[in-house]
C-alpha cells in the first residue's frame, strides 16, 4: 500500500470513528443523527433559514430519498417545515423553525465539545500534517 493510500485509510477510519462519538453523543443528549444536526446546522446558517431540498442534499450528500426521510423525521418534531420556492412552484424549500433553532442551538455545545475532545483523542492536527493536508 502506498503512502498516500495508507494516509488515506488512516484519516478516514479516524473521521468514521469521530463521526460516530458525535453520534453517540448526539443521540443520547438531544435525540438526534448527526445528519439531522448537520441538516439544522446548514439552515440555521442559511439566509432566511431556509434551503431547497436539493441543495440541502448536496451539501449533505445525501439523494434525493435520503433528504425526504430525513426532512420527515424533522418535520414531525417541529424542527422544520416545508414550502413551495416562490420562483419555482415545483421546487421545495425546507424552512428551519423556532423549535428547530432551539434544538440546535441545545445540541451545539455537546457537539463542539464532543467534537474537541474526539479530534484530541485521535491527533487529529498530526493527523492531517502527515496525510500532507495541513501544511
Not at 416545508?82 to 455545545?109: H, M, Q, S
Request: proline residues 1%; glycine residues 4%.
Amino acid at each position: 500500500m502506498s503512502k498516500q493510500s495508507l494516509s488515506w485509510l488512516k484519516l478516514t477510519q479516524t473521521i468514521a470513528a469521530v463521526e460516530a462519538k458525535l453520534s453517540k453523543v448526539l443521540q443520547a443528549q438531544h435525540g438526534l443523527g448527526l445528519s439531522e444536526y448537520r441538516a439544522l446546522e446548514i439552515l440555521a446558517r442559511s439566509p432566511n433559514a431556509e434551503m431547497r431540498m436539493q441543495e440541502l442534499a448536496a451539501y449533505l450528500g445525501l439523494n434525493q430519498s435520503s433528504i425526504s426521510r430525513l426532512v420527515e423525521r424533522l418535520e414531525r418534531d417541529n424542527s422544520t417545515v416545508r414550502d413551495l420556492c416562490p420562483d419555482d412552484k415545483r421546487g421545495i424549500y425546507t424552512v428551519l423553525t423556532d423549535t428547530g433553532r432551539n434544538r440546535f442551538e441545545r445540541a451545539k455545545t455537546h457537539y463542539e465539545e464532543a467534537l474537541a475532545a474526539a479530534l484530541e483523542e485521535y491527533d487529529f492536527e498530526s493527523l492531517l500534517f502527515t496525510a500532507n493536508i495541513v501544511k
